[in-house]
């Protein structure tokens, strides 16, 4: 990694981190009161609900591109806080909303925001990470989208009942100025303007577009499988509901434990991919896909749905960070282009895909369409080995790094070129300056140190987030302590999110003390 290039635990990278928890929370609640208030608030009926959500959906899917392009010729953390800002500006549209036109209008500027900002954070993301660990620098990144999301919903059902929804979309406003107050935080950043990249075969510059072809069958089966996943999850809230008659919240339970390990494993997951590599990681995770997909074709009860859901969700976890990772490298250096396109393959996907799945299950019933995203997912895994190799990326993996250098002291002449990952040409017949390692070696005595310094951290949010719960009547831990148990009058989803939150920190707390009952040294990486 080049001396300039940031880490999540640089100031910049930190703030990047935070700006997107801070808009995750919102911009993923959303989804969930949009209906809710649109029904409610607006008395609008199900169509009109229903184009309401294509029409920001349709427009972020437009903007997309278009965002990559900017994202390429402008400061990318700049770009984010414009759309950080019209999100902003979309959810104080909301709060203000009382006939469909201006409703709308929110929509619209929340389309356009979601698409700068999100398709931005991940080419800087990218862009700082191209000469580094890219899956673990974009395992970060879906890690502070997670917890947002968590965050946002914690605070949804503690206030949505006694504030209304006025209230919380005013927060969500707040959120995202404070999302686009830490991107404009700092000096800007170098524009992100591209180097031309080589072509491996002619050594020349890549022609306009080449980076995109070679892209397009990872993209289409980004699509695809996009598209099946989010008709499936559709079809499996209308089961629980209908078929298998659960509450809300009882389905809320059923999904918590995936939800958990989503939030928990993407910025460990990274591990994994450097001892396979990036295919054999999205082969094992589209393989997860169709097992979650043909497996709840046969299994009815909730307890076997959230054990299959929570697998297929540590196999997404270890499946968003590398596909992002390779379209990072794949791009031939307009990283913010790549993103633009990829981020607009899933959304497609995800547009398309409930309205295909919802067919089949009116035609052929709940077995067909679980058989049809079976199917998916098992092409998926299929395809991918192509849709990478066609890449020309260099091997990953702990295996492929060390036959590469096996073979370069074997049989290497005084004078060999080596190729970059971006497919520029590198001479090293001369000897190179040292870079310094990306992230220096911590003792173990410095690493015990770091961990009981975020388990403070960690510490004290519980210690808030109990109280919070408290004052709410809603605290699993106090009842217990208090009462030794909860009262039935008194469960709901903050309960359980509070109990689902003491075994996270009773976990964190084994791991992080953990380094100072044993110490242990944590390896750099170079």
């Excluded at 959906?57 to 402008?74: H, I, K, T, W």
């Excluded at 619209?108 to 191209?130: P, S, Y």
């Excluded at 997670?146 to 919903?153: D, P, R």
Aim: hydrophobic share 50%; with cysteine.
């Amino acid at each position: 990694m080049s001396a300039g290039t940031k880490t999540p635990t640089d100031p910049a990278g930190r703030r990047v981190l935070s700006a997107a928890l801070f808009a995750s929370a919102p911009a993923e609640v959303l989804d969930f009161l949009l209906p809710l208030w649109a029904g409610s608030t607006l008395r609008a009926g199900p169509s009109v609900v229903g184009a309401l959500i294509a029409f920001e959906a349709v427009l972020s899917l437009l903007v997309r591109p278009l965002a990559g392009e900017l994202a390429d010729r402008f400061d990318q953390r700049r770009v984010a806080a414009a759309g950080a800002g019209l999100y902003a500006l979309s959810f104080a549209g909301y709060a203000l909303a009382d006939t469909l036109p201006v409703a709308f209008a929110a929509a619209g500027l929340g389309g356009v925001g979601g698409a700068l900002f999100w398709v931005a954070l991940r080419a800087w993301t990218g862009r700082e990470a191209a000469d580094g660990d890219g899956t673990a620098a974009y395992g970060k990144l879906l890690s502070a989208e997670g917890q947002g999301a968590f965050v946002g919903y914690l605070v949804t059902f503690s206030l949505l009942e006694r504030t209304g929804y006025p209230a919380l979309f005013w927060l969500g406003a707040v959120a995202c100025v404070l999302a686009m107050a830490l991107l404009l935080r700092g000096p800007g950043g170098r524009p992100a303007r591209p180097a031309a990249g080589r072509d491996r075969r002619t050594r020349g510059p890549l022609r306009r577009g080449a980076a995109e072809r070679r892209l397009l069958p990872l993209m289409v089966v980004s699509a695809v499988t996009a598209a099946a996943e989010a008709g499936l999850w559709m079809l499996l809230l209308l089961r629980l509901q209908g078929d298998l008659e659960l509450s809300p919240n009882e389905i809320a339970l059923v999904f918590a434990p995936g939800f958990v390990v989503f939030v928990l494993l993407p910025e460990h997951t990274h591990h994994l991919t450097d001892r396979l590599g990036r295919t054999p990681t999205m082969v094992a995770s589209f393989a997860a896909g169709t097992l979650f997909a043909a497996g709840l074709a046969v299994v009815a009860t909730p307890l076997a749905i959230a054990v299959f859901w929570t697998v297929a969700a540590a196999c997404f976890a270890a499946q968003i960070p590398v596909e992002q990772a390779t379209v990072a490298a794949a791009s031939g250096g307009r990283i913010g282009r790549g993103m633009g396109l990829y981020e607009s393959a899933r959304l497609a996907g995800v547009v398309v895909g409930p309205l295909v799945m919802g067919v089949l299950y009116e035609q052929l019933g709940w077995v067909a369409a679980c058989a049809a995203a079976a199917v998916t997912s098992a092409v998926g895994a299929v395809v991918v080995p192509f849709a990478v190799r066609v890449l020309r990326l260099p091997p990953e993996g702990k295996r492929s790094r060390s036959a590469s250098a096996a073979g370069a002291g074997a049989g290497a002449a005084p004078e060999t070129v080596h190729r970059r990952e971006d497919g520029e040409d590198m001479d090293t017949s001369k000897p190179e300056p040292a870079q310094p390692s990306a992230k220096p070696s911590l003792g173990p005595k410095e690493h015990a140190r770091k961990e009981r310094r975020d388990w403070y951290v960690h510490t004290a949010a519980f210690v808030l987030g109990q109280l919070v719960l408290w004052a709410l009547d809603s605290s699993w831990l106090i009842w217990q302590i208090t009462d030794g148990s909860v009262p039935d009058d008194q469960r709901g989803p903050l309960v359980w999110l509070g109990r689902i939150w003491l075994t996270i920190w009773v976990i964190d707390t084994i791991w992080s003390w953990s380094y100072t009952i044993w110490p242990r040294e944590k390896k750099a990486k170079s």
